[in-house]
Nanobody, 121 residues
């Protein structure tokens, strides 16, 4: 049974940084691409980034381009999202998903419960 548990969210100041984590279990973690997506209040799901199972390549959307890095540690079955230079509009619930391009149109993935990120002074 696929289980994804996000953590690391919280309150950050504008310009600050956070590192989100996603602990995965119930599947061969290293054999699958993984993604991060977010949902801001009143908005739809937005794809942020994806990474290949072996970290051989990664992809980023426009919203956080240049401010985020997706990575993974397959020995720990954990996915990470490093976020820098945070803006108030980054306030959202952040989800990790099993698959490539999760959050893009027509792409459906298993999701975790999400972790809340609030950027405010």
């Amino acid at each position: 049974q696929v289980q994804l548990v996000e953590s690391g969210g919280g309150l950050a100041q504008p310009g600050g940084s956070l590192r989100l984590s996603c602990a995965a279990s119930g599947f061969d973690f290293s054999g699958f691409s993984m993604s991060w997506a977010r949902q801001a209040p009143g908005k739809g799901l937005e794809w942020i980034a994806s990474i290949y199972g072996d970290s051989s390549d990664s992809y980023y959307g426009d919203s956080l381009k240049g401010r985020v890095t997706i990575s993974r540690d397959n020995t720990k079955n954990t996915l990470y999202l490093q976020m820098n230079s945070l803006k108030p509009e980054d306030t959202a619930v952040y989800y990790c998903g099993k698959g490539l391009g999760c959050g893009r149109p027509t792409i459906s993935c298993p999701w975790g419960q999400g972790t809340q990120v609030t950027v405010s002074s």
